[in-house]
């Protein structure tokens, strides 16, 4: 175990509500707040399953809704953030709704930023960049993993190059962050899987990180108890919802435990080869996560002893955990997703070099991962061609 900073801050959001149908009556809650004019960020998927009118309907009767931009796409480039700002303030909103998956979490807090200050996303990307809070936002996941709504960061991507950039910042967290389990009820089998395996690798980096606090810590082991008991029967039974309650949960705990701890080289791995080869962020992170514990194993016995009790998987050693984790993204359908694609042998160095350069993920990791090591994890776990 690593040794608690010996001074802390822990960011959260300021108000955080749950449950089954929370989402559906949210006029009075936005009234309280004073606000009068609500801008909703949403995408094609969430409006196609119906969620979107679900929301929006209430507060169209209470004659609070300005405008709806429901056209997030995956991955989303950066000029689309500009173009919701622009709509935000075209309509004079007071306040942004997001309501959907991460992407559409993540373009909705900066969009929120760049409409209150007038400026474009690009001078907001880095850390530390904000200079003070954005319009309110009140954040609703529809999936089961990400975190967003509970951390501080938003990841974007520059069309021009692909690359992926980072808008770092406490005063992006969300004013109020919703989870009503209800809205995962008709996630398919595949995005329940990979989203709730990408909750499960946040708890496990957010507890052995250098970096983790006493609170992310605590975070991390409660979301692993949920998310322990769920994540099989979650893809298995996907109408059971005591099931869904406990990852809509667990994953929010998790997303806040990362928050104020960090991501580590699961992460680092998954984003040079996200960035090239369009696969789900989960499948990725989910199975990388055996082989990546299997090499911070020297480093994380009691760690890995702790947090597989915590799983209800018994006090395991750290090679029986990156076993237990290879097993569970196998019987979850997330290797078979994975190996659908191909991967040019070619590609490995570059990616093991980039993976290598992500400092802000790899420093707080508790073993370090040279190159050698991110190319020998590849190879593992990856279907290579010559
Ligand atoms: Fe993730």
């Not at 974007?156 to 004013?175: M, Q, S, W, Y």
């Not at 005591?242 to 960090?262: E, V, Y």
């Not at 196998?330 to 070099?353: C, D, F, N, Y």
Request: proline share 6%.
């Amino acid at each position: 175990m690593n040794p608690a900073p010996a001074h802390f801050q822990n960011h959260l959001p300021r108000h955080v509500i749950t449950g089954r149908g929370a989402a559906l009556s949210l006029a009075e809650l936005c009234r309280s707040h004073g606000w009068k004019r609500i801008f909703i960020v949403s995408d094609a998927g969430v409006s196609g399953a119906g969620l979107l009118e679900k929301v929006a309907t209430p507060l169209k009767a209470a004659q609070l809704l300005a405008d709806t931009f429901a056209e997030v796409p995956p991955e989303p480039p950066i000029d689309v953030v500009d173009t919701i700002a622009g709509r935000i303030t075209a309509c004079g909103a007071d306040a942004v709704i997001a309501l959907g998956g991460g992407s559409v979490m993540d373009a909705a807090k900066v969009a929120a930023l760049c409409a209150l200050h007038g400026e474009n996303a690009r001078e907001f990307v880095g850390i530390g960049k904000a200079g003070g809070r954005g319009l309110p936002t009140l954040l609703i996941p529809t999936t089961a993993g990400t975190g967003s709504e509970a951390t501080f960061v938003a990841i974007l991507t520059e069309p021009a190059t692909g690359n992926k950039v980072g808008v770092v910042d406490p005063c992006i967290l969300a004013d109020i962050a919703i989870v009503d389990p209800a809205l995962t009820d008709g996630l398919p089998a595949h995005v329940t899987a990979s989203a709730g395996m990408d909750a499960l690798v946040h708890a496990i980096e957010a507890f052995i990180a250098k970096v983790a606090t006493p609170l992310a810590r605590g975070l991390a082991l409660e979301a692993a108890r949920r998310i322990g008991r769920a994540l099989e029967i979650v893809c298995r039974e996907p109408h059971n919802t005591a099931a869904r309650d406990d990852m809509a949960i667990g994953s929010h705990l998790a997303g806040m435990a990362f928050a104020n701890s960090s991501c580590c080289a699961v992460h680092a791995l998954a984003l040079p080869f996200g960035g090239r080869f369009h696969i789900p962020h989960g499948v990725i992170t989910g199975c990388f996560a055996g082989e990546m514990m299997r090499h911070n194993a020297p480093a994380c016995a009691e760690d890995f002893a702790a947090f597989s009790m915590a799983l209800g998987w018994g006090a395991m050693s750290g090679e029986a955990f990156a076993a237990k984790l290879d097993a569970l993204a196998k019987s979850i359908g997330l290797r078979a997703q994975l190996h659908k694609t191909t991967v040019p042998a070619e590609a490995i160095a570059a990616m093991a070099r980039d993976a290598v350069a992500i400092r802000r993920l790899m420093d707080p990791n508790p073993r370090e991962v040279t190159e050698a090591v991110a190319a020998r994890i590849y190879l593992a776990v990856l279907s290579v061609v010559p």
